[in-house]
Structures are given as structure tokens and as C-alpha cells.
């Protein structure tokens, strides 16, 4: 069983496919703004699968969560230190990225959408932030597993499992076209949302983890990958083949385009298998890892954040000076790109890193007096 000590090991693979998972969303956004802003596509629009970066994002939340705090559940005095090291990891940062927005958002924003906007409890409106609609799920997985932290598995465990089987359910008739949840009904949606399962995903790839040695980390490692790669070529076939030919807005492109209407299926489950993999191999020896895609794994929640307001701020920028000719080149595009992920980097290391040094520091002197 791998506990205590292995919970507490540089996972440094992990950070490497946490990184790609950063970059990936990176991509998918770039190749939507250009598109949007510049009117021009990238690269044959083959980061359309991009938005898997999310799925794998929320497996690896499953996973790290349910890996590092398993030993805590039915401990209530863990409770409040889980929350708090939750929240200091969430929010603080994402407000830092959300205050500007607001400040410069127009007059279309009301009370009840700034208020969900600094809770990230669901809301019909599109999020300010672009990205935060997934931290949403984020925190309810938080919130879900500090009631495991307040109460054990015994009280919990049958409500969770009824949830899980009814979202089960929902998509089963859902992918036959017998049951579908009205797109305005947000609560209901989020309620009932597959990505859920991709954070039971990660907690199952932890539990394996803790419970057994897996030692074949490099056969599951590679196919969880070539099954991502899978889900990731014909999504970018179909949409070439069935959506963009008949004019199918990709934003609706899910009802043609299986991986984009059960990512958690497609995506999910790959992701489940590259953590297992990955984790099994770094337990199991040494494996060096360049300092470089460490650091960027580091700051992928940075680069999450900030990414998709530069892209859209040079490309804007760009219009309005109607320079689109001299950014037709794809090598012009990916230059936009680097210059997003840089501004991530810098965010991570002069404003993420301090500021979680300084509230840390700060919450654990005023604890002690």
C-alpha cells in the first residue's frame, strides 16, 4: 500500500502531462480567437481537441485530492485545514484575474453575476472569466470531499453512490436521445454533468494507487495516451468531415461529435489511465525529469487563468490596427502563443508564488498567536 511517504513524493511525470494539459487548453483557445478575432484559422484546426486539457485537469483533481487526503477522511480536525488550503489554492489567484475583468466589464454586469463570479457558484450568464466555469466543478468536488473529511465514508457513501448512478442514468438515456436537461436549467445541468465522473475517475486511479503496486506503469502509461490520441484524432476528423462542412457551429458541433458530447467517456478515462501509469512509474523508480517542464506543470493553473485574456487582447489589438495580413503565418500565431504562455510563467512565478508565500505565512502567524 502506498501511503504516508509515497503520498508525499514529487509526482514529477505528472507534471509534465499537467503542463501539456495547460498547453492543450491553450491551444483550443488560441484556435477559437483567431478564428473569432482574425478571422483565420490555425494550423488546419487540429486543436479543436484541446478542450481535453479540461477533462484531464479534472481526473488529476480526483486524483491528487483523493491520493494526498485519504487517510484524513473521518477526521474532522482535518476538516478546516483541508478547506483552507483548498480555498488558498483557488481563489486568492483567480480573484487577482477576476477584479480587473470586473472593473472593466460594462455595464452589462449585475449584482448576482459579480456574486457568482467571486463564489463560482453556477450561473446562466457566460463567466467573466472565461475558465472559471470549470473551477466551479472544482470547488464542489472540494466541498464534497470535506464532507467525507466531516463525516466518513459510512453516512456519505450511499448518497454519493445513488448521484453517481443517476448521473450514470441521465447520460445512458441522454446518449439515445431519451432524456436531455434543458440548456437553461443550470442548476440541474451542473448537477447532472458527466465531468463529475472524471473526478471519481481520479479518486478510483488514487485508490488503486494506495492499495496496490502497479507495476506495469509504462504499458498503462502508453495506453492511456494512444487512447487519448484516439479520442483526439477523430474528434478533429469528425468536425472537418461532419460539423464544418454543414456549417455546424462547433459550439454546438456535440450533438455530431461523440467526443465533444461525452469527453468524460473519451477523454476521461485515458486521463485515468495516463495518471495511473505516470504515478506508477515515478513510485516505482527515479525518473529525471528537465527542471523546465517541472516548472511548467508548476504554473499551469496560472497559465489556465491568464492565457485566454492575452490571446484575446493581442488578437483584438491586431484587428483594430488591421494587421491581420502580417499574422496570416501560423509562425506569427504560435509567436501569440508563446507570448501567452510566457505572461502565465511570469504571473506564476512574481504574483501566484508570492502572494500564496505571503497569505500562507501570514494565516499561519495569526494561528499561532
Not at 42 to 62: C, H, M
Not at 253 to 258: A, G, L, R, T
Not at 261 to 288: C, H, Q, T
Request: net charge positive.
Amino acid at each position: 500500500m502506498f501511503t504516508g511517504k509515497n503520498s508525499r513524493k514529487k509526482l514529477n511525470i505528472l507534471q509534465i502531462f499537467r503542463g501539456i494539459a495547460a498547453i492543450l487548453v491553450l491551444l483550443v483557445h488560441g484556435n477559437a480567437l483567431f478564428k473569432i478575432n482574425l478571422k483565420q484559422n490555425f494550423i488546419f484546426n487540429i486543436f479543436t481537441f484541446g478542450f481535453a486539457g479540461v477533462d484531464f485537469f479534472f481526473v488529476l483533481s480526483g486524483f491528487i485530492i483523493f491520493y494526498i487526503h485519504q487517510n484524513d477522511i473521518g477526521k474532522k480536525y482535518r476538516f478546516k485545514d483541508f478547506i483552507f488550503k483548498r480555498f488558498l489554492r483557488v481563489y486568492p489567484i483567480y480573484w487577482v484575474i477576476l477584479i480587473p475583468r470586473l472593473l472593466f466589464a460594462g455595464k452589462e454586469i449585475n449584482f448576482l453575476i459579480c456574486l457568482s463570479s467571486f463564489t463560482l457558484f453556477p450561473y446562466p450568464s457566460p463567466p467573466i472569466v472565461n475558465v472559471s466555469w470549470t473551477l466551479s466543478y472544482e470547488i464542489f468536488f472540494y466541498l464534497i470531499f470535506s464532507l467525507f473529511i466531516l463525516n466518513g465514508f459510512k453516512y456519505l457513501s450511499p448518497l454519493i453512490i445513488t448521484w453517481i448512478s443517476l448521473i450514470c442514468i441521465y447520460w445512458s438515456l441522454h446518449s439515445v436521445n431519451i432524456l436531455t436537461i434543458p440548456l437553461d436549467n443550470i442548476l440541474l445541468q451542473f448537477i447532472f454533468s458527466g465531468h463529475h465522473l472524471e473526478f471519481v475517475f481520479g479518486c478510483l486511479a488514487a485508490y488503486i494507487l494506495n492499495k496496490y503496486r502497479v507495476r506495469q506503469g509504462t504499458l498503462i502509461l502508453t495506453l492511456g495516451i494512444v487512447l487519448f490520441l484516439i479520442s483526439a484524432i477523430f474528434n478533429v476528423y469528425l468536425l472537418k468531415t461532419i460539423a464544418n462542412p454543414h456549417s455546424i457551429d462547433i459550439n454546438i458541433s456535440e450533438h455530431v461529435v461523440p467526443m465533444n458530447r461525452f469527453p468524460f467517456f473519451y477523454y476521461g478515462i485515458p486521463s485515468m489511465l495516463i495518471i495511473i501509469g505516470a504515478v506508477a512509474l515515478d513510485l516505482n523508480k527515479e525518473i529525471r525529469v528537465p527542471n523546465i517542464l517541472i516548472y511548467l506543470g508548476d504554473a499551469s493553473y496560472s497559465i489556465y487563468l491568464v492565457h485566454a485574456s492575452v490571446i484575446n487582447i493581442s488578437t483584438n489589438l491586431i484587428a483594430k490596427m488591421h494587421l491581420e495580413q502580417m499574422f496570416q503565418s501560423d509562425i506569427s500565431k504560435i509567436a501569440i502563443l508563446l507570448i501567452a504562455l510566457i505572461a502565465g510563467c511570469i504571473f506564476h512565478s512574481y504574483i501566484e508564488q508570492p502572494l500564496l508565500t505571503t497569505l500562507r505565512k501570514n494565516i499561519f502567524l495569526s494561528k499561532n498567536n
